[in-house]
Nanobody, 123 residues
Framework: QVQLVESGGGLVQAGGSLRLSCAVS????????TGWFRQTPGKEREFLVLLRWSGDDTRYGNSVKGRFTVSKDIAKNMVYLQMNSLQPEDTADYFC????????????????WGQGTQVTVSS
């Protein structure tokens, strides 16, 4: 059974930083692509970043490029999202995702999802 559990969310002032973690079980992040998304009430889920399964390439959404950094620890089977220069518009629930197919880098389809962690950025 595949499980993803996000943590690290919270309240931060504008300009601050947070690091989100995603604990993955049931599959190895060494063989699966991972991604982060976020969502606010009434809006569609927004793509933030894809870390390709090989770990050698990333793709960022325009809204977070240059501020957010994704990484993974294969030994711990963890994925991280370092978020810097946070702004109130970054307030959302943040989700990690893993495609259902190994060695697939397509993160916009049928994924395993975590339950999300809430990030609130105050002005």
């Amino acid at each position: 059974q595949v499980q993803l559990v996000e943590s690290g969310g919270g309240l931060v002032q504008a300009g601050g930083s947070l690091r989100l973690s995603c604990a993955v079980s049931g599959v190895s992040v060494g063989k699966y692509a991972t991604g982060w998304f976020r969502q606010t009430p009434g809006k569609e889920r927004e793509f933030l970043v894809l870390l390709r399964w090989s770990g050698d390439d990333t793709r960022y959404g325009n809204s977070v490029k240059g501020r957010f950094t994704v990484s993974k620890d294969i030994a711990k089977n963890m994925v991280y999202l370092q978020m810097n220069s946070l702004q109130p518009e970054d307030t959302a629930d943040y989700f990690c995702a893993v495609p259902r197919s190994a060695t697939s880098d397509y993160i916009w389809g049928d994924n395993y999802w975590g339950q999300g962690t809430q990030v609130t950025v105050s002005s």
